[in-house]
């Protein structure tokens, strides 16, 4: 069962939700199956319990856990905001294979930066992506993000990454 205020939308018949606990080891099991980037699982139960309110789940039918967003809130000079600012981090984005191009992720990304501002009040929102992850990059652009600069070399294997950033 859902609590109705944790639901943030649906699409047919996945639910668009805040994290529980108990969801993290299927989370675990999406980010596996989904990105070369691959957390403890304390680190998945510390940003729930820290920030909680912007860690969303899709969840389909039978409890099946289908993506996520993982988020956290930082301190720091705003890369498109002025000054030094919260900022929201999305730390960790991802869509099961069959469930892709369904507007499931765009809605993931909207619940959690929608929490961002009004729950912890932050005034942008940025991210790191693969400078090849074509499909992420043309979601975030989608969703108003713009690429701010590139890390040489962010990732274990080498590659490149685009900081992207937007107001919230
Ligand atoms: C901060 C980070 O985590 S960066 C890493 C992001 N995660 C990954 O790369 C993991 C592997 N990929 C995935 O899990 C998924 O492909 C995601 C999360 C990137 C996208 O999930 P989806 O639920 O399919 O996205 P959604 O359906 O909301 O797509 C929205 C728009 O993004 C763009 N898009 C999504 N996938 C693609 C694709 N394969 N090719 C081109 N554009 C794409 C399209 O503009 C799409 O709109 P449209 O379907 O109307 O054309
Ligand atoms: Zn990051």
């Known amino acids: 069962m859902v609590a109705a205020s944790d639901v ?3 699409i047919g018949d996945v639910v668009i939700r805040r994290a529980r606990e108990s969801d993290l080891p299927q989370v675990i099991q999406v980010n596996r199956k989904c990105l070369p980037e691959n957390y403890p699982e304390w680190f998945f139960e510390d940003h729930l319990r820290n920030w909680g309110k912007a860690f969303y789940v899709a969840e389909a039918p039978r409890g099946k856990i289908v993506g996520y967003v993982m988020t956290r809130v930082e301190y720091g000079v705003g890369f ?8 929201g981090h999305i730390i960790s984005l991802a869509v099961l294979p069959e469930y892709r191009r369904r507007g499931i992720a765009t809605k993931l990304m909207e619940a959690a930066m929608d929490s961002l501002k009004r729950e912890y009040g932050a005034q942008e929102v940025y991210l790191e992506v693969r400078v ?7 979601l975030y652009e989608k969703l108003g993000f713009r690429k701010i600069h590139v890390i040489p070399r962010y990732y274990f294997d080498g590659e490149d990454a685009y900081l992207m950033a937007r107001l919230l």
């Open 132 to 138: 090849s992850n074509t499909p992420a990059i043309k």
């Open 80 to 87: 498109v905001a002025r000054g030094f600012v919260k900022r």
């Open 8 to 10: 943030y939308a649906r």
